[in-house]
T-cell receptor, first 116, second 113 residues
Framework: EAEVAQSPRYKITEKSQAVAFWCDPISGHATLYWYRQILGQGPELLVQFQDESVVDDSQLPKDRFSAERLKGVDSTLKIQPAELGDSAMYLC??????????????FGPGTRLLVL | DAKTTQPTSMDCAEGRAANLPCNHSTISGNEYVYWYRQIHSQGPQYIIHGLKNNETNEMASLIITEDRKSSTLILPHATLRDTAVYYCIVSAFLGAGSYQLTFGKGTKLSVIP
């Protein structure tokens, strides 16, 4: 069964350092999502891509976060510089077509970030 | 976007049916009800979704009331591996061909031996 791949699974960094997360969606999925999940809360959408274009990044803290999906397949989420409050699980999800109602999002295992 | 209300936690005896309720009184006609679950430290797992009709798959059944203001997820024979946080979500249609999921805090289901 096809799955969303994410790496690394765990990342420890010091504040003010740069950190990057990678996501490879299920083959053929046009829509890719990045979520952040703080301990004890549900996932919060950061950015949504349709192919290589950003559909929504209204919740992305653009002063320090950036996301790209250059060829419309895999994606990278970057934080620079990292702050203590960025410690969280970063989840990637994909769907066939996020513009169609009733489409299912499939999530990867996540990257757990700890900022010291 | 439509908000959902779920109990914070529930217990269920192993082997019995688990019935998880969800209220979504402000749901719009083109918004779907989704259920995901998240086992500790893993990514959310899709369970089931529906628009108006009741749905069933190999994992669960989804019962949506006729007025669509509430729904119930049914796990027919709960096992210890079903212990997880269950999220009820109404997909938000943002226009321009974009649907999004907004997660709440979910229901912590504990299956008791």
């Amino acid at each position: 069964e096809a799955e969303v791949a994410q790496s690394p699974r765990y990342k420890i960094t010091e504040k003010s350092q740069a950190v990057a997360f990678w996501c490879d969606p299920i083959s053929g999925h046009a829509t890719l999502y990045w979520y952040r999940q703080i301990l004890g809360q549900g996932p919060e959408l950061l950015v949504q891509f349709q192919d290589e274009s950003v559909v929504d990044d209204s919740q992305l803290p653009k002063d320090r976060f950036s996301a790209e999906r250059l060829k419309g397949v895999d994606s990278t989420l970057k934080i620079q510089p990292a702050e203590l409050g960025d410690s969280a699980m970063y989840l990637c999800a994909s769907s066939l077509d996020g513009g169609a109602g009733g489409e299912t999002q499939y999530f990867g295992p996540g990257t757990r970030l700890l900022v010291l | 976007d439509a908000k959902t209300t779920q109990p914070t936690s529930m217990d269920c005896a192993e082997g019995r049916a688990a019935n998880l309720p969800c209220n979504h009184s402000t749901i719009s006609g083109n918004e779907y009800v989704y259920w995901y679950r998240q086992i500790h430290s893993q990514g959310p797992q899709y369970i089931i979704h529906g628009l108006k009709n009741n749905e069933t798959n190999e994992m669960a059944s989804l019962i949506i009331t006729e007025d669509r203001k509430s729904s119930t997820l049914i796990l027919p024979h709960a096992t210890l591996r079903d212990t997880a946080v269950y999220y009820c979500i109404v997909s938000a249609f943002l226009g321009a061909g974009s649907y999004q999921l907004t997660f709440g805090k979910g229901t912590k289901l504990s299956v008791i031996p």
